[in-house]
């Protein structure tokens, strides 16, 4: 299992290459430390972002380059015990640091930082935690989370955010922050950073009689031992900080041949073919858009502007092909048929896209293969019927395998959808107020218990961490309800969402985020609406659901060659080198000459609802067994699950899915020789538990 933790705790292992606990003498020791200062990674949500958000697929690409390009990103605590002359860090190591404990981040951030399995810090106001006034924020429930699932640690930020040079409490600013998080959270407080950036030497004296053992500016620059320790440098990064910015902030020089070849309106890559290009856009003033501006041109029934994307790409083979857009106050200026051609090896390919919808992401135009060099491309063309403008931002090629999943889109699930739309009671169409397709469905309220509900269905493909926005029509305040009740069918239960569809809530034209929720993959009811709203004089619209994915899954991974805290055997099993093993072999027993077991253990962070699956090497002879027992214990007893290892072998096998209480060294998973022949073997290699969500 990967995984360790010098506070005793655990974090998730889902890249295999990522070790960074415990891990930093296999690496050259570095001399300095690079650290970061985000603020909130979020979906855009109609309004202009602040210019210290990043976009959650942008942010994504950052951290995925950090994992790809050397970088180790540490714990805030290796690097300050460092700081103090204690342990190593290794060369190019990261610290990750988010001020202000924003709610996007617990629904953006931690996630992405779960499946990298990357640590980092939330520094957080305490007056503010939960406060759903302005931006809401992180509420005391959801940093103890971050807090057991071991990754990030939640530090001080003040209590209300003051210029502490100017303040009239600063002990209290200082000290009851501090007491609150260790109140809150069962732990000690060590860090602070500076509200604004703003300190003197009365405010470090203040910091360390408090009690705290390091503090983190808004200055720029690398942090070796010999920088202060109450002024400690950071590099910001916000909206306007592309991944080649974000290269730029870590010092890389190198090719990033790997890497995805990003090309914005601003790089060389992009020329304008013909038509007018207006350039549009700023980073104060960024609505969705990808780096410092984009480019557009006025839409026209023939095709009168061009734009081109070229990448300078490293090799020839298979690409993800991604496009960026921004969306306008009103989305309905941009048209909703944006022409892509992609010009690749095999000829030029054509993809329409919505440009009102799916905004400030990467979205996918499919998976192309190729050659290296410049010979390929992407053109934006102005010709289509519908909006005022055509948008050209940014085209992204990822390099992947042709056998790579392909990526998830968002899914749209209309009421006109066959098959996945139903209702119960009295719902009547309605093509007034720009329903998302041909219309939607309104139903009068009920003041008491719902009267009618819809239910979207939709195919999850995989475990993870979804964003979920609904479409409505609006109205106006008379005929339509402000707290309409969204239900969405979570691992852990139901969540509730009231959401306000009058005129005056501006959620036409657009989808209307209910926030982020971890779902199973599988084809079920994700989400429902219902008239209950406490009115019978007013209606509710059900309309379409956007589904998109945001983060898998996290896993931990127990191997044979694990040690006793992960794994444990009864009676003789081998070794076997046989190709198709996980890790680095596998062991392997005969039924006959007395029952042996094999024992998976688990170091579970939080309690929840997981799903075990175990990994055997492939074997189709005539002596392996068709029905080999495995045995689960979960939170609620035992169950056990048979698997044919005869048939799909080396790969992960879901055995089912459970809740598990957190604990070190839980044993989940055992397989036992307890089948027919006593001529047959079993392979006991690797198992894996998949958080699925809270119980
Ligand atoms: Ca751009
Ligand atoms: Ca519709
Ligand atoms: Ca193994």
Known sequence: MRKSSRSGKIIGSAVATVAYLGAASVFAQGTSARVFMFHETKFYDGQVAATSDVYPDNFRDMLEFLARCGYKVIPISQFVEWHKGNGTIPTNAVVLTFDDNYIGNHQFAHPIMQELVMPGCFFAHTAYVGSTTGRPKGTWTQLNFTEKWGLVTCESHTVTHPYLTQTSNLNGELVNSKQAIETNLNKTCKYLAYPFGDYNSTVIAAAQAAGYEAAFTTQVGLNYRSTPRFELKRYGVGIGVTLAGFKSLCGYTGSDPNGPVIVDNADSGFSVRSGTWSTVGSTSSNYGHYGSNYRQANVSGSETAVARFTPSLPTTGYYDVFTWYQAPTDPYLNTSQALYRIAHKNGTSTVYVNQRINKACWFYLGRYQFNSGTSGYVEITNKASTGSYVCADAVKFQPVSSTAPTPITPIIVDNSTAGAFSTTGSWSASTSGYPYGSNCVVAQGSSGAATATATWTATIPRHGVYEIGVWFTTSSSTYRSASVPYTVYAVGGNKTVTVNQQDSAGGAKRFVSLGTFRLKAGTYPVVSVSNAIGSRTQYVSADAVRIAWVANAPYFTSDNTDGSTYFATSGTWTTSANAGYYGTNS????????????????????????????????????????????????????????????????????????????????PAVQVSTNIADPNDYVSADAARMTYLGPQ
């Not at 074997?619 to 048939?647: C, E, F, K, W």
């Open 587 to 666: 062991l392997i027993a005969q039924a006959a000459g007395g029952l042996k077991t094999a024992t998976w253990k688990f170091n579970l962070p939080v309690t929840g609802v997981y799903e075990p699956s175990v990994w055997y090497v492939a074997a189709s002879d005539a002596y392996r067994s068709t029905s080999v027992p495995y045995t689960i214990t979960h939170s609620g007893g035992t169950a056990t699950v048979s698997l044919n290892q005869t048939i799909n072998g080396s790969r992960f096998n879901a055995l089912g899915q459970w809740t598990f209480n957190a604990g070190i060294s839980v």
